[in-house]
C-alpha cells in the first residue's frame, strides 16, 4: 500500500513538472530563436565590462564545429549575446572567447536544445516501464519489483546528468533526479528485505 502511495503521488507530481511552461535555464527551444547572452562584469566597481572583443565557439555531439571564433554582438552594461536557430536537439558544448585589451577570458555557456512537444510527453512515458514492472512484481515476484527499482535510479542518474531533456529550472531538474534515485532505491531495498525473508 506504501509503494502505491508513492508512486501515485510521484506521478502526480511529475505531470506538474511536465505541463509547466519550458523557460530558459541554458536550455533553447527546437526551430527557434535562441539568444545566448553572457554579461562581463568588473567587480571593483560593479559596472559592465563593455571594450571586450568577444567571440563564440559551438560544438555538436560529436565535437564537430558549428561556430568557430564568431563575433558576438556588443551590448551595453557589458552583455554580449549571440542569436542562432537550432533544428537539432541535444547537448550542445559552447565556450565565449573574450579579450578585454589583453586580459582573455573563457567561459563554458554550454546548453541544450529541447523540443516542447517531446518533452511533455518523454516524463510521462518514462514512468510506463517502471509503474508496468512494480504492479507485475505485486502478482509475479519480487525480482520484477526490484528491477523496476533499478530502472528508477537508472533513469535519476540520467536526469541528474542532463541526458534527458531540462525540466524549467536546475531545481526540478535535480529535484526530480532525486525522486526517481529515491524510490528506485526503496523498491530495491524493500524487494532486498522480502527476498531474503523468503530465503529463510
Not at 523557460?23 to 533553447?28: A, E, F, I, T, V
Not at 554580449?80 to 567561459?107: A, K, Q, W
Amino acid at each position: 500500500m506504501k509503494k502505491t502511495i508513492i508512486f501515485f503521488l510521484f506521478f502526480i507530481l511529475l505531470i506538474n513538472l511536465v505541463s509547466a511552461d519550458w523557460l530558459d535555464d541554458g536550455s533553447c527551444q527546437l526551430n527557434t530563436n535562441c539568444v545566448l547572452t553572457i554579461q562581463y562584469i568588473n567587480l571593483t566597481t560593479a559596472q559592465g565590462i563593455s571594450n571586450g572583443n568577444c567571440t563564440i565557439n559551438i560544438y555538436n555531439q560529436n565535437s564537430t564545429a558549428l561556430l568557430f571564433n564568431t563575433s558576438m554582438l556588443n551590448l551595453t552594461s557589458g552583455f554580449y549575446n549571440y542569436s542562432i536557430n537550432m533544428n537539432e536537439t541535444g547537448r550542445f558544448p559552447t565556450f565565449v572567447n573574450c579579450d578585454f585589451l589583453g586580459d582573455v577570458d573563457r567561459s563554458d555557456e554550454t546548453f541544450i536544445v529541447s523540443d516542447p512537444n517531446y518533452n511533455e510527453w518523454l516524463y510521462l512515458l518514462l514512468l510506463i516501464i517502471p509503474i508496468s514492472l512494480f504492479l507485475i512484481g505485486r502478482k509475479e515476484g519480487i525480482a520484477y519489483t526490484m528491477l523496476g527499482g533499478f530502472v528508477l535510479i537508472t533513469y535519476g542518474i540520467a536526469v541528474f546528468m542532463g541526458l534527458f531533456p531540462r525540466l524549467p529550472d536546475s531545481f526540478l531538474t535535480e529535484g526530480l533526479a532525486v525522486i526517481l534515485f529515491g524510490i528506485g532505491f526503496y523498491l530495491i531495498l524493500d524487494s532486498s528485505i522480502k527476498y531474503v525473508k523468503e530465503v529463510e
